[in-house]
């Protein structure tokens, strides 16, 4: 079945700090691996990795994946209270019409 | 342009009730899905349509059901409630059936069961 872990669970740092959110997965026939921020109710799309060893970056958030270790980092610098939210990892398999994701990681970043 | 509508926002039912939950995806989407949210877990999947079509479901007891119509909206039913089965509801609307890592999420329905 597929799997996604991410980690910490829940983070908290101050203002201007930079933080890593890590996200594992499994998966059978691997199609793309997507970040989205969950600040309330709806997730907002930030970045879909299909290719290993990319970066792509918006503003101060960036994430990279590594397909052969199984695993993605979400980057962001100087961070703002604005960037308080729930982070969510998801993978898509291919042909399988449904992402599967993981537990997300609360961020809160404090002034 | 209008994003993906969902509605009721919030509502509160007791155990054995049914309820229908009813979803506007963005104009032109023609693939909606719907994914349950339990408090401090990721969204998890119940179902997808595309073009009127049931194209996936999760691991999710017979109780639920949705329904795609023409003009691409869709409802969820859950008879029968339990309390577990309080959550966030979010509907995601896309243009086509594949690129699913193209959702766009609405706000939800928070189901209330007591």
């Known amino acids: 079945e597929d799997k996604v872990v991410q980690s910490p669970l829940s983070l908290v740092v101050h203002e201007g700090d930079t933080v890593t959110l890590n996200c594992s997965y499994e998966?059978?026939?691997?199609?793309?691996l997507l970040w989205y921020k969950q600040e309330k109710k709806a997730p907002t799309f930030l970045f879909m990795l299909?290719?290993?060893?990319i970066e792509k970056k918006s503003g101060r958030l960036s994430s990279i994946l590594d397909k052969k270790e199984l695993f993605s980092i979400l980057n962001i610098t100087a961070t703002q209270t604005g960037d308080s939210a729930v982070y969510l990892c998801?993978?898509?398999?291919?042909?399988?019409?449904?992402?599967?994701f993981g537990q997300g990681t609360r961020l809160t970043i404090n002034p | 342009d209008a994003g993906v509508t969902q509605s009721p926002t919030h509502l509160i039912k007791t155990r054995g009730q049914q309820v229908t939950l009813r979803c506007s995806p963005i104009?032109?989407?023609?693939?909606v899905s719907w994914y349950q949210q339990v408090l401090g877990q990721g969204p998890q999947f119940i179902f997808q349509?595309?073009?009127?079509?049931?194209?996936g479901r999760g691991n999710f007891p017979d109780r639920f059901s949705a329904r795609q119509f023409p003009n691409y909206s869709s409802e969820l039913n859950v008879n029968a409630l339990l309390l577990g089965d309080s959550a966030l509801y979010l509907c995601?609307?896309?243009?086509?059936?594949?690129?699913?890592?193209?959702?766009?999420f609405g706000e939800g329905s928070r189901l209330t069961v007591l």
């Open positions: 995601a609307s896309s243009r086509g059936q594949k690129n699913t890592g193209e959702l766009f």
């Open positions: 998966v059978t026939n691997f199609r793309s």
């Open positions: 299909t290719s290993s060893g």
């Open positions: 998801a993978v898509e398999a291919q042909g399988a019409q449904k992402l599967v």
């Open positions: 104009s032109g989407h023609k693939s």
């Open positions: 349509y595309y073009e009127k079509e049931e194209r």
